[in-house]
């Protein structure tokens, strides 16, 4: 039997006991209790030991005695300190001259030959010294050098590994040796060559500069540590192979270098212009104190109205503050420039603490005179082509976090806590959209990362409330657009137009997203397609006048009305087990039941945009309807037990669905693929076995009805209303009865024939 402790996620673990640190006095304790007679295991209550442990003790009891009377002598001893001899303090003076003498040479030094020349120094100073310190002996130890290095201060020092001694008797017979050879050979000084070895730290300058000290503080790989011996190597003739085995590189990455070796050399000669470099702290000036200051109120102004800000809007803002400031300052900043860089703003947000501002990298900037033109535009393209609202349709895409719950509720503070993959980052994008009558809602087209999750194995997807696309990043593609357009949007306005008895013309008005192709006009003739002018997405896109913000709305209401039923009816759930076992189904479910709660009149009335007559001042306006719906979810939030939540915690989570996912989300969003098990490679989900009625539940469902009608017929006592619901219930209940007589009747033909090819 495993055990280990088990984590709260269920997995064992190994755990690191905390080691008992048993003093000699209570050791000495143990042993005086055993003597006058108590047991172990009443020794091991007392004290607050284990058996096991009172037990060693006792067996050690005369080694632990003997410890006993030893420390009893060192009582009342002081600490002292070692006072260095004058021969000891005389060699680290001598051996610190010599080192720099060396480091001002260029000489390398070594750890070992330090030691060598301390040792020689010591036994040099002690012959000339005096004979208090004649016995004294000294052994160059790691310890001391670490000790020595340090009273010195010579940090500087650049200390390097193991070296070879030179052989100097070696190197003296050596020329003329070699001088013999050129005479022997009759060689002249241009035909002598030599070539040697060394590494090179391309990219790395001085230690004590600003530049190198922040890259020592960043992790990962240092660019200073990338040497460079491979030009000698091609040099002598070495293949790109075997330069890489010798200096432990790919050969692609040692034929990358050879093809840089001018633009290399050349840092090569830069980095030397380095030296000296001191690091510097600049100190900002009152213009740009002042300046930076009601920049950071304007920023939590625009978060506080929920205004959208990005990065480049708040540089563009920041130079005018800049400019007013220094116009009012004093003369001192009177000659400072300020360019609003990004090294300039990730400080000043950082100084500022606006970790809780939403900023987007790059917004466009909304073409306000265009899209004031464009109702003129739409008007004469509509007469020209004499279409009535009825036949105007427009869809937007949206970002959907399916499993997202606001961030001061106790459930999305504790999976933020967790690693790995975070279900609250699962994304999948809707298709949503409908014409300018309100007559008539497209059905949503939901895309998700995988083709065929757990939650619908068994499902025929063709029924669901949603046409079921598959991308591996969720996103609503060319291809994925087209085949809606050609698969779905075409067939299903041509059947509303013909069941409406208007001609099969339709205008179909799209914004300019990556995934619209700009050639759908061609794929079917009775149907134009007109994109909005560029950058006037926010204020003419009819879907994003509020129906998508109120939909989302909905679909949160909704998921809180479930919880709250789940964890209060008669098979109570905890609500960490209810949001658990919420799955993509659910999920589904929910987006069809929102997507119905948006009404004709509010179709209609978010095209006034760009149809002014379809302004209706007698209807509720989505604000105040999404409004009213975050109230009603902030009330049930607090019967969830969400004490913390408030109406602008719901705001924000209702606006967190239009991010945009992160590298590090795909990368989780793949691991999750795999854990999951989900190939769209494979042909795998089609040959799920499709889930089918039986006749056994067939029977359980007709017999519930049956009690739940006798409960109506004996409780109601009104015998019309009765009646009516009974016939009602039949008469919802036909389709599944003749599903049940054709179920059994093709069960009995198969009996019939198992049993005639049995007697066979």
Known sequence: MDKRKKTSDGNAASVKKKRLVITLEQKCDVIERHERGHSNSKIGRDVGMPESTVRNIIKHAGEIKKKGKVASTFCGLQTTTRNRSVTMIEMERLLAVWIDDC?????????????????????????????????????????????????????????????????????????????????????????????????????????????????????????????????????????????????????????????????????????????????????????????????????????DKHISHSKTAMQTNAPSLFKVEKENGNEIDSEETFTANSGCFDPFKNQSQLHNVKITEKVATTDENMAAKFPDILKKIIEEGGYTDQQIFNVDETGLFWKRLPSRTYISKKENTQPGFKVSRDRLTLLLGGNAEGDFKLKPMLVYWSRNPHALRGYNQQSLPVLWRSNKKAWVTKAIFEDWFSSYFSPAVEKYCKDSNIAFKVLLILDNAPGHPTTLGSLCENIKVIFLPPNTASLLQPMNQGTIATFKAYYLRKIFEQAVAKTTGEEVMSLTDFWEN????????????????????????????????????????????????????????????????????????????????????????????????????????????????NLKEFEDIFQALEVVKQKIMDADPNVDRRIQIHQDVDKALCTYQRMYEDLKKEKTIQSTLLKYFKQE
């Open 103 to 303: 480091n001002k040479k260029c000489i390398p030094l070594s750890r070992a030959a330090i030691q060598t020349k301390a040792s020689s120094l010591f036994k040099a100073v002690k012959e000339n010294g005096n004979e208090v310190d004649s016995e004294e002996t000294f052994s160059a130890s790691g310890g001391w050098f670490d000790r020595f290095k340090n009273r010195v201060h010579l940090h500087h020092v650049k200390i390097t590994g193991e070296i070879a001694s030179a052989d100097e008797n070696m190197a003296a017979n050596y020329p003329d040796v070699l001088k013999k050879i050129i005479g022997e050979g009759g060689y002249t000084d241009q035909p002598i060559f030599n070539v040697g070895g060394t590494g090179l730290f391309w990219k790395k300058i001085p230690f004590r500069t600003y530049i190198f000290k922040k890259e020592k503080t960043q992790p990962g790989f240092k660019v200073s540590n990338d040497h460079l011996t491979i030009f000698e190597q091609r040099e002598c003739s070495h293949s790109n192979s075997k330069t890489g085995q010798d200096v432990g590189m790919p050969e692609s990455a040692v034929q990358n270098i050879i093809k840089h070796t001018s633009e290399i050399q050349g840092k090569d000669n830069v980095a030397p212009a380095f030296c000296g470099l001191q690091t510097t702290t600049r100190n900002r000036s009152v213009t740009m104190i002042e300046m930076e200051r009601p920049l950071a109120v304007w920023i939590e102004d625009c978060n």
């Open 582 to 693: 919420y799955n993509i189904r659910d999920a589904i479910e929910n987006i069809h039941h929102a997507w119905q709660q948006i009404t004709t009149n509010s179709m209609r009335e978010i095209w006034k945009c760009i149809l002014p007559h379809c302004a209706n001042s007698n209807s509720e306006g989505f604000l105040s309807q999404k409004q009213a719906v975050i109230e009603e979810i902030t009330n049930t939030g607090r019967k969830l037990g969400f004490d913390e939540l408030e109406s602008d915690n719901v705001l924000e989570l209702l606006e967190s669905h239009s991010e945009e996912l992160t590298d590090d989300d795909f990368l989780h969003l793949d691991q999750q693929r795999v854990f999951e098990g989900v190939d769209n490679d494979t042909e795998e989900a089609d040959n799920v076995q499709m889930k089918e009625f």
